[in-house]
């Protein structure tokens, strides 16, 4: 299955201190949170397809972690089927 | 559910995109000289301050801009922001930004206060700035608790809230009644605009974003004092898990201290 994707973030893995708050405010539900730690021990968010570069994670973020960027042209990644 | 979302492919996110793009938005608010955010994690502050910092630059007076900060964790911000900043004690920032106010009527005066500081040290100081129409905007984070001495009980706290010294939740017939603080200033006659926000989910920021602004182009046109009121997270000072604190805060603040625009006499 594929799904169309319009922008894409960079996540500032080591500002994050796991607050969960980008997770329920992104609109398309393409953030989770990964089980892996930074370096304080928080975990961190990571990306799946789907971003639309809405900036929802942005602007909730509390520790400045995102970057959001919006494609000239929108892709399509190719995700399993559920 | 967190077992089904892993299953799904990862997006590298450690590199800017290398396919064409353009970057939206800013990564860190504008107009602060730091990328650490000192903030407890789930803290609302930094989020209200990207709207005020936001508004500043493109309403384009950042630098004639003068913030009046009360005494509370957001206090430490004013060392970080690009902008002229004025220290101010316990809630004598409103009467502080009057004075600056006066001596420099083309300055954008704001003051950044939190409801201990505010609503419990120093109530009459609004009020008062208030009640005389002073051309300033006075900003408010309300999360109904002293967060940074440990998380006691303030005047907007709300009935039922459980906090440090109020274990129990807050009764009205030992603790008295939550102040709506906004509702207040809302009925003097030297106010130009009045508005309550929150910034527990992005559709509330950006509504909140739009309040901030309001605000500050009243105080460019001179047509009074302006009030704008930020509900805001405290997961720590609430003794909560952090996913939960915008729920928390929507289902507790939010049903008192309602939010909306108030006043536009503008």
């Keep these: 299955m594929k799904v169309l994707t319009r922008g894409t973030v960079t996540v500032d893995v080591e500002q994050c201190k796991g607050c969960d708050m980008c997770i329920p405010a992104c609109p398309p539900g393409v953030l989770s949170m990964s089980r892996e730690v930074n370096g304080r021990g928080y975990r961190f968010p990571i990306l799946h397809p789907g971003c639309t570069g809405c900036q929802a994670c942005q602007q909730i973020c509390p520790d400045w972690v995102f970057e959001v960027f919006r494609y000239e042209e929108p892709i399509e990644l190719e995700v399993p089927e559920s | ?266």
């Excluded at chain 2, 997006?11 to 970057?23: F, G, K, L």
């Excluded at chain 2, 500081?117 to 608790?145: F, P, Y």
Aim: with cysteine; aromatic share 4%; net charge negative.
């Design chain 2, 1 to 266: 559910m967190t077992d089904a979302i892993v299953e799904r492919p990862i997006v590298p996110t450690e590199h800017r995109p290398d396919r064409a793009a353009h970057e939206v938005g800013h990564k860190v608010a504008p107009l602060l000289l730091t990328e650490q955010s000192h903030f407890c994690p789930g803290c609302g502050e930094p989020i209200a301050a990207r709207t005020i910092l936001e508004n500043l630059v493109e309403l384009g007076v950042a630098g004639q801009s003068v913030a009046v900060l009360g005494i509370g964790c957001y206090t430490a911000m004013a060392s970080s922001f690009d902008i002229d900043t004025v220290q101010a004690l316990h809630g004598r920032a409103p009467s502080v930004a009057t004075g600056v106010k006066r001596m420099k009527p083309d300055s954008i005066v704001f003051t950044l206060q939190g409801d201990g500081d505010m609503v419990n040290e120093g109530l009459q100081e609004v009020l008062h700035t208030a009640a005389r129409g002073e051309s300033v905007t006075a900003i408010l984070l309300n999360n109904g608790v002293f967060g940074e001495t440990g998380g006691h009980m303030t005047a907007t706290s709300v009935l039922g809230q459980r906090t440090k010294n109020t274990i129990d939740g807050r009764d009205a017939e030992y603790h008295g009644y939550p102040i709506r603080i906004a509702d207040l200033i809302a009925q003097l006659d030297g106010v130009a605009y009045v508005a309550r926000g929150s910034v527990h989910s992005p559709g509330a920021i950006a509504k909140t974003k739009k309040m901030v602004h309001k605000a500050l182009q009243m105080q460019v046109e001179r047509k009074g004092f302006s009030f704008v009121e930020i509900l805001t997270m405290c997961p720590t000072g609430w003794f909560i898990p952090t996913i939960e604190g915008p729920q928390y805060m929507d289902d507790t603040l939010g049903q008192v201290h309602t939010m909306g625009e108030l006043e536009v006499r503008g």
